[in-house]
């Protein structure tokens, strides 16, 4: 079961291998885990379909290896600690027996309201233990989770719903975060009055607000677990059946439900999550991620639980009661491996350093970025004051479709440089293309990001449209994967990610389609077309600016029109797609055939005045003048 590798050299070798014969590679780390039935096939591939399976045949639950497995060596250790929002609230820990009974409890309650094998189930919920027994009850039935961040609004999660047609939906009456109380039931009390396929919701009381329970649909979790057996068979999957559906956007249209796969899945986010963290049984590990991103769900459940890990999980946010509340939490439960974003770090670096020296760190080993490409100062700030210049910063490229870290330091054992993401992990092949599809061979060039050949927990589809899947990924060029990522490769072969070369903003680690936020836009009574770009900020990493076309003789009242336009956007998508900046506009720059010139709006919300390179193209050059005029 362990699967860590313990020097660079054996890492070059390990790699080799991986290169050299990937199926004899994956087999003999797949052979640790328990399965039903072996299976009989590693690995199938094309990339045109695109069609990939891992371990074909295979039957398994991954439950049992990360729950079951560990009841006889493990049974009494904490599987979590888990961290209230208020700082002298109690804590709660839960162990590996615990948890099991608990999520054997749920399936059993889940299955009697009817929820079958291959049933999709949404779960809408705040950092709670009971959010990760709800995951983990889907697996061990079978029913295929789909999480959906509980900062998003009723619009977005109706639309979550729909798409995957969920049958049931957990969620609780409301969440905390910081000085706030949000009531998330009401959310999504709205969102189920357009969603039919929901049959029931199970809620659990987490703020005691006292929420209206709609009669024969909602069912509080504490009655539904009460008198539910301790133990529950677990469904026998297939390898390749479903896990789990993430929701993610991409340049155009509706965010698009990632497919992840049970056995290739489980595979690589436990051998990931152990060689890039050096996680050492004992340990304390410690991801500041949502559930409802991908990040949480490879690196606080599903990765950590299979190496039987011991866990923090915190409900608050980095500020609240102060900027040292994430040291504090360091400190408390002597995290030893800690992993957060760039956006968390920037933001916390403007607080000085007294909040920081106040708390003893010395249990950190490794500490890790994740999201979006960290600067060289706030690389700098975290590994001089966090990890006080002995704990290797592990800057872990990744993606929701990717499942889990593809380019890493290896803890303490690989070379590092700041800003860059450094290697590829065993089985990865990464490749920077030329717009021509050409591999560059050159180091220092930049390039397209790509992908030549299948990992384990690669995307399998997107749900309910393979052709979608097809091309986005792959049909960009021919047998590789696409990232959307730009990248440049030193010359001792270490990657620096650049950034999104597609319509897609990273904002504090968040991912949007511009096309997504210019729909929310345009459904404001005001707005006769938008255009939405990032700009570099501070904090963020990029902000969104959107420009507005409203009817000029509306101009005046712009302060109404754009608290109007905010408003639209939190309720189409949520607070968290706010824009940054509003710029109401007469019209958009367009070329003669009608195509919306966002090279120009990217430059003037980066604060370019001029220099907008061939505009000859442009319908009326003249609205480029007042654009900049106005601009903010
Ligand atoms: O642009 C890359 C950026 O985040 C994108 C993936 O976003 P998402 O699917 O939401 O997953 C985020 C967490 C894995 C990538 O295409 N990104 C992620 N990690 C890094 C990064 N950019 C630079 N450096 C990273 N370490």
């Given at each position: 079961m362990n699967?860590r590798?313990?020097?660079?050299?054996?890492?070059?070798?390990?790699?080799?291998?991986?290169?050299?014969?990937?199926e004899?590679f994956?087999?003999?780390i797949?052979?640790?885990f328990?399965?039903?039935?072996?299976?009989?096939n590693t690995l199938?591939?094309?990339?045109?379909e695109?069609k990939?399976?891992w371990?074909d045949?295979g039957?398994?639950n991954?439950?049992?290896?990360l729950?079951?497995?560990?009841l006889?060596?493990?049974?009494?250790?904490v599987?979590?600690?888990?961290?209230?929002?208020e700082?002298?609230?109690?804590?709660?820990?839960?162990?590996?027996?615990?948890?099991?009974?608990?999520?054997c409890?749920?399936?059993?309650?889940?299955r009697g309201?009817?929820?079958?094998k291959?049933?999709r189930?949404?779960?809408?919920?705040?950092?709670?233990?009971?959010?990760i027994?709800?995951?983990l009850a889907c697996a061990?039935?079978?029913?295929?989770?789909?999480i959906?961040?509980?900062?998003f609004?009723s619009n977005?999660?109706a639309?979550?719903?729909n798409d995957?047609?969920?049958?049931?939906?957990?969620?609780?009456?409301g969440l905390?975060?910081?000085?706030?109380?949000?009531?998330?039931k009401?959310m999504?009390?709205?969102?189920?009055?357009s969603?039919?396929?929901?049959?029931?919701?199970?809620?659990?009381n987490?703020t005691?607000?006292?929420?209206e329970?709609k009669?024969?649909?909602d069912v509080?979790?504490?009655e539904?677990?009460?008198g539910?057996?301790t133990?529950?068979e677990?469904?026998?999957?297939d390898?390749?059946?479903?896990l789990?559906?993430l929701?993610?956007s991409?340049?155009?249209g509706?965010?698009k439900?990632?497919v992840?796969?049970c056995?290739?899945y489980?595979v690589?986010t436990s051998y990931?999550?152990?060689?890039?963290f050096?996680h050492?049984?004992?340990?304390v590990?410690?991801?500041?991620?949502?559930?409802g991103?991908i990040?949480?769900?490879?690196?606080?459940?599903y990765?950590?639980?299979?190496?039987?890990?011991?866990?923090?999980?915190?409900?608050?946010i980095?500020?609240?009661?102060?900027?040292?509340?994430?040291?504090?939490?360091c400190?408390k439960?002597?995290?030893?491996?800690?992993?957060t974003?760039?956006?968390?770090?920037?933001?916390l670096?403007g607080h000085g350093?007294?909040v920081?020296n106040?708390?003893d760190?010395?249990?950190?080993?490794?500490?890790?970025?994740?999201?979006?490409?960290?600067n060289?100062?706030?690389?700098?700030?975290y590994?001089d004051?966090?990890?006080k210049?002995?704990?290797?910063?592990v800057?872990?490229?990744?993606?929701?479709?990717?499942?889990?870290i593809m380019?890493?330091g290896?803890?303490?054992?690989?070379p590092?440089?700041a800003?860059h993401?450094?290697?590829?992990?065993?089985?990865?092949?990464?490749?920077?293309?030329d717009?021509?599809g050409?591999e560059?061979?050159e180091?220092?060039?930049?390039g397209?990001?790509?992908i030549?050949f299948?990992?384990?927990?690669?995307?399998?589809?997107?749900?309910?449209?393979?052709?979608?899947?097809?091309?986005?990924y792959f049909?960009?060029?021919?047998n590789?994967?696409?990232?959307?990522?730009?990248?440049?490769?030193?010359?001792?072969g270490?990657?620096r990610i650049?950034g999104?070369v597609?319509?897609?903003i990273?904002?504090?680690?968040h991912r949007?389609?511009t096309a997504?936020?210019?729909?929310?836009?345009?459904?404001?009574?005001y707005?006769?077309?938008s255009a939405?770009?990032?700009?570099?900020?501070?904090?963020?990493g990029?902000?969104?600016?959107?420009y507005v076309?409203?009817?000029?003789?509306?101009?005046d009242?712009?302060?109404?029109i754009?608290?109007?336009?905010?408003?639209?956007?939190?309720?189409?998508?949520?607070?968290?797609?706010?824009?940054?900046?509003?710029?109401?506009v007469?019209?958009?720059?367009?070329t003669?055939?009608?195509?919306?010139?966002r090279?120009i709006?990217?430059?003037?919300?980066?604060?370019?005045?001029?220099?907008?390179?061939?505009?000859?193209?442009?319908?009326?050059?003249?609205?480029?003048i007042?654009?900049?005029?106005?601009?903010i």
């Amino acid at each position: 079961m362990n699967l860590r590798i313990a020097s660079y050299e054996e890492y070059q070798e390990k790699y080799q291998h991986s290169v050299n014969d990937p199926e004899e590679f994956w087999s003999d780390i797949a052979q640790t885990f328990l399965w039903k039935e072996p299976w009989t096939n590693t690995l199938n591939w094309n990339f045109t379909e695109p069609k990939i399976t891992w371990f074909d045949g295979g039957k398994l639950n991954i439950t049992e290896n990360l729950l079951d497995r560990h009841l006889e060596t493990r049974g009494d250790q904490v599987a979590f600690f888990w961290e209230p929002n208020e700082m002298d609230a109690d804590g709660k820990t839960i162990t590996y027996r615990e948890l099991h009974a608990e999520v054997c409890k749920l399936s059993n309650a889940m299955r009697g309201l009817g929820v079958e094998k291959g049933d999709r189930v949404c779960i809408y919920m705040p950092m709670i233990l009971e959010s990760i027994v709800a995951i983990l009850a889907c697996a061990r039935i079978g029913a295929v989770h789909s999480i959906v961040f509980a900062g998003f609004s009723s619009n977005a999660l109706a639309d979550r719903i729909n798409d995957a047609q969920a049958k049931l939906v957990i969620t609780s009456d409301g969440l905390n975060r910081g000085n706030k109380k949000v009531d998330i039931k009401t959310m999504v009390d709205e969102a189920l009055l357009s969603c039919p396929s929901i049959e029931h919701s199970i809620v659990v009381n987490c703020t005691h607000s006292n929420p209206e329970m709609k009669s024969g649909r909602d069912v509080w979790y504490n009655e539904i677990m009460e008198g539910q057996p301790t133990t529950c068979e677990a469904e026998t999957m297939d390898a390749e059946d479903l896990l789990f559906i993430l929701y993610t956007s991409g340049s155009t249209g509706k965010p698009k439900g990632v497919v992840h796969t049970c056995g290739g899945y489980m595979v690589y986010t436990s051998y990931s999550f152990q060689n890039v963290f050096q996680h050492e049984q004992g340990d304390v590990f410690w991801c500041t991620a949502d559930i409802g991103w991908i990040t949480g769900h490879s690196y606080i459940v599903y990765g950590p639980l299979l190496a039987g890990a011991t866990s923090v999980i915190f409900e608050g946010i980095p500020t609240y009661p102060d900027a040292g509340r994430f040291w504090q939490i360091c400190e408390k439960y002597k995290v030893n491996q800690f992993y957060t974003a760039p956006t968390a770090i920037r933001s916390l670096m403007g607080h000085g350093l007294e909040v920081v020296n106040k708390y003893d760190l010395s249990a950190l080993k490794v500490i890790g970025s994740v999201g979006e490409p960290i600067n060289e100062e706030a690389w700098q700030w975290y590994f001089d004051h966090i990890g006080k210049k002995n704990c290797p910063v592990v800057d872990t490229w990744w993606q929701t479709e990717t499942g889990g870290i593809m380019l890493s330091g290896l803890g303490n054992l690989s070379p590092m440089r700041a800003t860059h993401a450094g290697y590829p992990l065993p089985g990865i092949q990464p490749v920077l293309l030329d717009g021509d599809g050409n591999e560059i061979h050159e180091s220092e060039q930049e390039g397209y990001l790509c992908i030549k050949f299948p990992w384990p927990s690669i995307l399998r589809t997107t749900y309910g449209d393979h052709e979608r899947c097809k091309n986005v990924y792959f049909s960009n060029y021919d047998n590789y994967y696409f990232t959307g990522d730009g990248a440049k490769r030193d010359a001792n072969g270490m990657y620096r990610i650049i950034g999104r070369v597609d319509d897609v903003i990273n904002v504090s680690g968040h991912r949007f389609g511009t096309a997504e936020i210019e729909d929310a836009i345009n459904t404001n009574k005001y707005a006769i077309e938008s255009a939405v770009v990032g700009f570099p900020h501070d904090i963020k990493g990029q902000g969104i600016y959107a420009y507005v076309v409203v009817d000029p003789s509306k101009m005046d009242d712009q302060d109404t029109i754009i608290a109007s336009v905010m408003d639209s956007v939190s309720k189409g998508i949520g607070k968290i797609a706010k824009p940054d900046k509003i710029q109401l506009v007469s019209g958009l720059p367009k070329t003669r055939s009608g195509k919306i010139m966002r090279r120009i709006l990217r430059k003037i919300a980066e604060g370019e005045k001029s220099n907008f390179g061939d505009t000859s193209t442009l319908l009326d050059p003249d609205l480029v003048i007042e654009i900049v005029e106005n601009s903010i």
